[in-house]
């Protein structure tokens, strides 16, 4: 199992902030933000990890993250030249996938659950995360049966089927790469990862998982300063 942090984009819901930095340079309460999902892969056993930037801060990444020695793993770094999409991260990865299966974080998520048994006991297919949010129509949402077993996947739809949205923590199998050779642009020219995933829906090799323990997604400053309270509140348990 290898491991690709996305952390692409220009974080424009952030601005003025982001026009110095990165956004998952940011900090997140005493950590900056993709120390998070680095954490998620890293507490699964996963070393060998991509981290996917943009061009502007790459020197930035390079020396905060560097060979990732000092975190036990080991980074290879590439350049997403233009966001078209979460899945054109496979397309950027495909030398460094090669013939292994693949979990890829979003550099500006957060989350509370500890992964490493869904991750360790992955096989085949592709595996998601969906969690109950308020706000649904702003992600991918899942539509489940009375059995839980997930019937459609629908990118930010204006009437959505349920309340529960696809995080961003995502298993694939090795076909990730060629599936997503196969997709088509959507309206707003990008590779959407809902996409990919329906293909996995439509061969039946979808599993959809709930998360338990607290997600933000902190690429809002609503959401960015709910991760801040909710880090320093976690980081002062484990000091007590």
Known sequence: MKGIILAGGSGTRLRPLTKVTSKQLLPIYNKPMVYYP????????????LVIIAPDHAGDFLKLLGSGKDFGCDF???????????????LIGEKFIGDDSVTMVLGDNLFEDDFSEAIQSFE??????????????????????ENMKALSIEEKPAQPKSNYCVTGLYIYD????????RLQPSDRGELEITDLNMMYLQ?????V????????????????YEATNFARERAMQESA
Do not use: C, M
């Open 76 to 90: 290879t770094y590439e350049i997403q030249d233009k966001p078209e999409g979460l899945a054109q991260a496979f």
């Open 174 to 181: 090795n076909t990730v790469v060629e599936k997503t050779k």
């Open 203 to 207: 061969d039946e090799t979808l599993d």
């Open 124 to 145: 085949s297919g592709a595996r998601v995360f969906a969690k109950e949010v308020p706000d649904p129509e702003r992600f991918g949402v899942v539509e489940f049966d």
């Open 209 to 224: 998982a709930k998360v338990h323990g607290r997600w933000f997604d902190t690429g809002t400053f609503e959401s960015w």
């Open 38 to 49: 680095l954490e998620t892969l890293l507490q699964a056993g996963i070393k060998d990890i």
